[in-house]
């Protein structure tokens, strides 16, 4: 099993520009969170969505923020117009609905620069 | 690593000794309690968990301990190695769909 896989692994733009971040989540996991690492406000739950339904998006920041799940194998997370506060970690992370705890599997990150 | 930051606790150790890392929690209704590892460049990894039912919880060289009356949770690792050097989070679940919450983390480093 590859894991919970992201892409791009480092993403620098320039403020303003959009930028897309892209995880594929484990075959047959059914949940897939979005988290944000800052250095200030450490690992914060972004959204989350359960069988490809986003159902808890409170944690999103801004309207500029938002996400999809078209299928079970791909998830994005979209910043338009990105600004340089979004400047971040951004880890996906997927789970399994029949598994609680250690059954979250993270992926490896994308470090956003926004400049 | 990326979760370093400048008000995070740090734990030195020497190699070969016990270390012990804290952590405070806020939920009481949280029934799970995790302990997360992330080396640099790294997503947390899982290294274990106890229910809220349990006060103790044993795995390879680590031992997790639970004081709901406080709400504190600690990680032990037994004969720290090299290898161990990262950052580690304590993180709790709760919620209809049991999403995780992370406490902030402890930069731990084996000194040789």
């Known amino acids: 099993d590859a894991g919970v896989i992201q892409s791009p692994r480092h993403e620098v733009t320039e403020m303003g520009q959009e930028v897309t971040l892209r995880c594929k989540p484990i075959s047959g996991h059914d949940y897939l969170f979005w988290y944000r690492q800052t250095m200030m406000r450490g690992l914060e739950l972004l959204i989350y969505f359960n069988n490809n339904v986003p159902i808890d998006d409170s944690g999103m920041p801004e309207d500029r923020f938002s996400a999809k799940m078209p299928n079970a194998s791909f998830s994005t997370l979209k910043i338009q117009p990105s600004e340089p506060r979004d400047s971040a970690v951004y880890f996906c992370a997927s789970r399994s609905g029949g598994r609680v705890s250690g059954g979250y599997t993270f992926g490896s990150g994308t470090r956003l620069t926004v400049v | 690593g990326e979760s370093v930051g400048l008000h995070l606790p740090t734990l030195s150790v020497q190699e070969g000794d016990n270390s012990i890392i804290n952590c405070a929690y806020s939920?009481?209704?949280?029934?799970?309690f995790i302990w997360y590892k992330q080396e640099s460049g790294k997503g947390p990894q899982f290294i274990i968990d106890?229910?809220?039912?349990?006060d103790k919880r044993q795995g390879q060289r680590v031992t997790v301990l639970l004081n709901k009356t406080v709400k504190h949770l600690s990680l032990q690792i037994a004969a720290t190695q090299p290898g161990d050097s990262a950052v580690y989070f304590c993180a709790e679940i709760s919620g209809s769909a049991r999403q995780l919450t992370f406490g902030s983390g402890t930069q731990l480093t084996v000194l040789p």
């Open positions: 106890i229910r809220s039912n349990m």
């Open positions: 939920n009481s209704a949280s029934d799970y």
